[in-house]
């Protein structure tokens, strides 16, 4: 588990603001998922689950991160962000269902049904 101030976090900012990470601190408090919910509440989600889960706020361990994981990890989310974005400028399917879409709106009991 790695979430917040985690590994990947952590070296993300380690890469970037060194100064604002402290890994040295990460071991003073657990970043251990505490599941104080318990399972009295399947599939439901409650307003206070991360402080019920994560009370001292954070979710991993941050000992283990590092500048060189952080550059790595920054350098392909970068090329994702990259590549989404082509392809989102590359599509028209969107803007054809949305246009299909508010047109039927406009007639719903005409709309064909498949």
Known sequence: MDMHAGEIETSTVMAHRPALA???????????DQARLGSGLPDTYTAIW???RFPNHYAGDGRPGNASLGE??????????AAMLRA?????????LQKQFYDQAEKPLSTPQK
């Open 88 to 96: 989102v400028k590359a599509d028209t399917k969107v803007l054809e």
């Open 22 to 32: 402290h890994p040295e601190r990460a071991g003073e408090q657990s970043g251990a």
């Open 50 to 52: 991360w402080y019920a």
């Open 72 to 81: 790595t990890v920054i350098d392909e989310r970068v090329k994702q962000l």
